[in-house]
């Protein structure tokens, strides 16, 4: 069993910075994909930003240039640095995991998620 566990949110004035992270616990094989997810008020949930397990990142467009997603394969925690936020940033940010366990079976696993809330 695998569990995704974030940290790092809160509240934030419009130009600010936070940075969220995300560690991942339990057995696992391989961790292919890493990566955060956001739902806004009133939105459906959408992609954010994310890495693989060869440093290969992609980003949403309405974060490209704001947004720098890392992560470390040793510890298997992947981290958001959040820069000039906006109050179109204000979400609930899941942390988003897929990879393989030792069994072989394939995992695909969020967590419980993080309040942002972009305000002055």
């Known amino acids: 069993q695998v569990q995704l566990v974030e940290s790092g949110g809160g509240l934030v004035e419009p130009g600010g910075s936070l940075r969220l992270s995300c560690a991942a616990s339990g057995s696992v094989f391989l961790m292919d994909v890493m990566g955060w997810y956001r739902r806004g008020p009133g939105k459906e949930r959408e992609r954010v930003a994310t890495?693989?397990?060869?440093?290969?990142?992609n980003y949403a467009d309405s974060v490209k240039g704001r947004f720098t997603i890392t992560r470390d394969n040793a510890k298997n925690t992947v981290d958001l640095q959040m820069n000039s936020l906006k109050p179109e940033d204000t979400a609930v940010y899941y942390c988003?995991?897929?990879?393989?366990?030792?069994?072989?079976?394939?995992?695909?696993?969020w967590g419980q998620g993080t309040q942002v809330t972009v305000s002055s």
């Open positions: 988003s995991a897929t990879g393989v366990l030792p069994s072989g079976r394939r995992f695909n696993n």
């Open positions: 890495l693989n397990k060869i440093g290969v990142a």
